[in-house]
């Protein structure tokens, strides 16, 4: 198993010296997406989130992710698209991503339901539905 690490530069150091790691710093859209279609695993160890972006697009890709459950995450994904740690430990971490390096048929399911999910935050669904409370929120008024 090998390990794509994308990061700041400065975050990537102390992975510097694994043996099963590549690093990748300040690479363009097209690079990020190819690494995201390359991957059979994608891995998002958050300590808390809000929006995040690295998840949707691992999404958009059809990737299977393994994340964990903080902050607004699960304003994004169900149980259904993607393997969701209860919390940041190691081990629980470890666990899921042996389950699904063994499970091709599982990352195969996780990728697609993912692909799926991630679909309705396009931004053409985002537009449509912003629209839609712009004008909720501003019907004119009737004159008193």
């Excluded at 102390?14 to 994608?42: T, W």
């Excluded at 992710?65 to 994004?76: H, K, L, N």
């Excluded at 931004?123 to 449509?128: I, S």
Aim: include cysteine.
């Amino acid at each position: 198993m090998v390990f794509r690490i994308v990061a700041v530069k400065e975050s990537l150091e102390r992975f510097r010296e694994l043996p099963n790691v590549e690093l990748y710093s300040g690479i363009d859209d097209d690079a990020l997406r190819q690494l995201y279609r390359d991957s059979h695993i994608g891995l998002l160890p958050l300590q808390d989130s809000t929006a995040n972006n690295a998840l949707l697009e691992m999404m958009a890709c059809g990737l299977p992710i393994v994340v964990t459950r903080v902050g607004s995450v699960e304003d994004y994904i169900t149980d259904d698209c993607c393997s969701i740690c209860p919390d940041n430990r190691p081990e629980g971490i470890i666990r899921l991503l042996r389950e699904l390096e063994q499970a091709p048929e599982e990352r195969q399911r996780l990728g697609m339901a993912a692909r799926q999910r991630g679909l309705e935050f396009s931004w053409p669904r985002t537009a449509d539905r912003m629209a839609e409370v712009y004008n909720n929120c501003f019907q004119p008024r009737e004159p008193a």
